[in-house]
């Protein structure tokens, strides 16, 4: 018996070389990737600073969310767009040879570096790492200001991927002393992040809901294991890592019901929606592991049994016609256009590329996992993925060594699944152009909607067609691969957090800081905002235009709370003041007579609490009530 597996998976090598030749049915489409990806890798390089065609004014390595400067402003970078496009760059890079594309993850290493000293409305660096959750800065690297979903927890795991990715390719190519000396340090703040505030909530990858997040949970797992890996061949600590083990056991234990991935979870308040999301097939690509030895490993691979049920459960969603129309008559296994979550209405809840797009990858990552596997299980619960595949599946294993069989049926299905997404893709594609915005209208004719040239839907081609050619990432972390603990506890670590000076972030220090919670009862009309200004540069130097924004999480009749909590140096006494931002465009308004006259008093550290840093605790709670003019709304 043991014989035989081993010479059915030396047949099976054979097999492996023939299966990313085969299944090209369709020369329409394959004539269109080959032409689409270039157009996708120029669309990407076009929204980069300093020399991207698109962006004029954005710095060097800042990738731009999208050309677009109204409706919607997408003209900002964020932290968890920039990595999943760097990430394919890279991946670009190191499969594809394109030696250009260096210079564009070197710059990305020095402006990350850079920007994890900038202190912004989520906090600063130092002491605690509290800045590195905050979701976009403007081009040019400086804070972004106003209100918005934040912290985004996504972002630090999502660039330690990244870099880690490029860092295990200096230390092979025998340039271990930069991965650690230059890109280390970027990636040791961002695990230490991660290890430090993993088990607390945050706003999720769409930037609507407060809680815990599938994709979060899981790019927070890679990157402490794959961090784990790094930083042993390096030589250096990771104490975060350590982490790694109870994330796991997080993501195992809190998201799947028994159909599917509920994407959201701890939610801060109800959202009102089934829990079916792109969230939970963007987040098993975004960890792929082509190597992976299982596809029961608890990271949830594209061919964990679970993803599969759960892809089906999220693609047959909106297989619904009265829901997108777009997709009627669309037969089973056909690829259909895929939206974010059905209850979406942001731009009038439309298809995404990128998502369309993600499910073909999801297909094309979990066929190669079989291959590598030489098997592939069927159980109770992807018994229904692979029933609309190969109607006679039944529960079982599938050895790749027979050569007619279901192993082949299914993964030739599979692929040609894989493609019928991309044909979906293409055939809303603008055939003069190319172009990919976000959306497409979800009935016919699914004319482009929402921001044009996103740069995620390019970098989500470019990923798409890399799978599909048969480019697949190095493998990555199984060699650090924690056990699931036989019982889930809350943790974190406390983190470590420096300057990275060798990529050239600036010596920013702290001495000793205070927590204030600002509190203010503010009664506010939909669409106005309340900030936080004073005589500290936290709070903006009395410039509105770099005030602390406040939440209105906990606004109710009764208390019209509005709150936010800054860290301040301590030994000081701190003037501020509430201010209002109207809508409409109409002025600022600030408060009047004792509410122009407020301080704070922020006693000086002891040295042990110089040394040890003053924790996350709010030192001080203010407890204020607006004084001055009350706005309106503009009515625009
Ligand atoms: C931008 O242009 C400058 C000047 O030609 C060049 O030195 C630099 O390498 C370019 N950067 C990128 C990312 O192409
Ligand atoms: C923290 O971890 C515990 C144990 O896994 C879990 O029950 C809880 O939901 C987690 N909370 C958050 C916000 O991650
Ligand atoms: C299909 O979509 C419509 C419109 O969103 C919705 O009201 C209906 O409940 C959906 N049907 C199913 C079976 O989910
Ligand atoms: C950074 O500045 C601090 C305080 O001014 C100083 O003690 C430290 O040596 C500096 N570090 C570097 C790397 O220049
Ligand atoms: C907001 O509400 C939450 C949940 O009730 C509570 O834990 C938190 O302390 C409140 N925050 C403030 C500033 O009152
Ligand atoms: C801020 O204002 C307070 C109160 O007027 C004052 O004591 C403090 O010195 C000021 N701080 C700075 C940095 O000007
Ligand atoms: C501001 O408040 C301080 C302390 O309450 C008081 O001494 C001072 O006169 C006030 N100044 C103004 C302009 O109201
Ligand atoms: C400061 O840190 C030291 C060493 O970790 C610890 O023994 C001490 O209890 C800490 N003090 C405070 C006030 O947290
Ligand atoms: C703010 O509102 C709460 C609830 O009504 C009240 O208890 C508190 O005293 C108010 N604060 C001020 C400064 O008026």
Excluded at 13 to 24: K, M, N, Y
Excluded at 97 to 118: P, R
Excluded at 139 to 150: E, I, M, P, S, Y
Aim: charged share 15%; aromatic share 10%.
């Amino acid at each position: 018996m043991l014989s035989g597996i081993s010479l059915c998976l030396l047949a099976g090598a054979a097999v492996l070389v023939e299966a990313s030749t085969i299944d090209i049915r369709d020369q329409g489409l394959e004539a269109f990737i080959q032409a689409e990806r270039k157009i996708a890798l120029q669309g990407v390089l076009n929204n980069i600073g300093p020399n991207g065609s698109a962006v004029p004014g954005a710095h060097a390595g800042y990738v731009v969310a999208s050309p677009s400067k109204d409706n919607p402003n997408y003209f900002y970078t964020w932290t968890r767009d920039s990595a999943l496009t760097l990430k394919m760059l890279i991946d670009e890079f190191i499969l594809g040879g394109d030696k250009s594309l260096e210079v564009y993850i070197t710059d990305y290493v020095h402006g990350q570096a850079v920007l994890q000293t900038v202190t912004n409305p989520s906090g600063s660096l130092l002491p605690s790492g509290t800045g590195l959750g905050e979701p976009k800065y403007n081009v040019d690297g400086t804070r972004f200001n106003g209100a918005w979903g934040r912290p985004q927890r996504d972002g630090p795991a999502l660039r330690a991927i990244a870099l880690i990715t490029y860092a295990n390719w200096l230390v092979e190519q025998g340039q271990a002393a930069k991965a650690k000396d230059v890109v280390w340090p970027v990636i040791s703040n961002d695990l230490s992040y991660v290890g430090q505030y993993w088990n607390t909530t945050g706003f999720d990858l769409w930037e609507e809901v407060d809680g815990s997040s599938f994709f979060t949970t899981q790019n927070q797992y890679k990157s402490l294991v794959d961090g784990a890996a790094l930083a042993a061949s390096l030589g250096v600590p990771c104490a975060a890592c350590g982490q790694a083990a109870q994330v796991l056991c997080l993501l195992d234990q809190a998201y799947w019901n028994g159909a599917f991935f509920t994407a959201n979870v701890n939610l801060k308040s109800p959202n009102g929606r089934v829990g079916v999301d792109a969230n939970t097939v963007l987040g098993p690509i975004s960890v792929f592991d082509p190597a992976v030895a299982s596809c029961a490993d608890p990271s949830v691979q594209p061919c964990h049994s679970r993803a599969l049920a759960n892809f089906k459960v999220f693609v047959d969603t909106f297989r619904n016609a009265s829901l997108y129309p777009i997709n009627a008559g669309a037969g089973p296994a056909r690829g259909v256009a895929l939206g974010r979550y059905p209850e979406d209405v942001y731009f009038g809840g439309n298809p995404w590329y990128l998502i369309t797009l993600g499910a073909a990858e999801f297909l094309y990552d979990a066929a190669e996992q079989w291959a590598r596997q030489g098997r592939l299980a069927v159980d109770e619960t992807s018994l229904p993925f692979f029933r609309e595949l190969y109607p006679a599946a039944a529960v079982g294993v599938h050895e790749r060594c027979r050569k007619s069989g279901p192993f082949r049926a299914i993964s030739d299905a599979a692929r040609a699944y894989a493609d019928s997404f991309v044909a979906v893709a293409q055939r809303y594609t603008p055939a003069s152009t190319g172009a990919l915005s976000e959306q497409f209208l979800r009935r016919e004719p699914g004319t482009p909607l929402s921001a044009r040239d996103l740069t995620w839907s390019y970098a989500a081609f470019v990923s798409m067609a890399q799978r599909r050619a048969g480019l697949f990432p190095p493998a990555g972390w199984t060699s650090a691969a924690p056990r699931l603990p036989s019982s889930c506890a809350a943790s974190s670590a406390k983190g470590v957090y420096a300057p990275a000076a060798a990529a050239g972030a600036p010596n920013v220090t702290v001495g000793c800081v205070r927590n204030v919670l600002f509190a203010v009862n503010a009664s506010t009309y939909y669409g106005e905002n309340v900030y936080v200004v004073g005589n500290a540069s936290a709070l903006g130097a009395w410039r509105v235009a770099d005030a602390q924004p406040l939440v209105a999480s906990n606004y109710t009749a009764q208390r019209p709370l509005w709150f936010g909590q800054v860290a301040l140096e301590a030994g000081q006494t701190v003037a501020y003041s509430y201010v209002r931002e109207e809508n409409c465009g109409q002025p600022w308004l600030w408060e009047q007579g004792a509410g122009a006259n407020r301080t704070v008093v922020l006693p000086a550290c002891s040295k042990e609490e110089e040394e040890n840093g003053t924790g996350e605790e709010p030192f001080v709670v203010t407890n204020d009530a607006w004084v001055g003019p009350v706005g309106s709304s503009g009515n625009c």
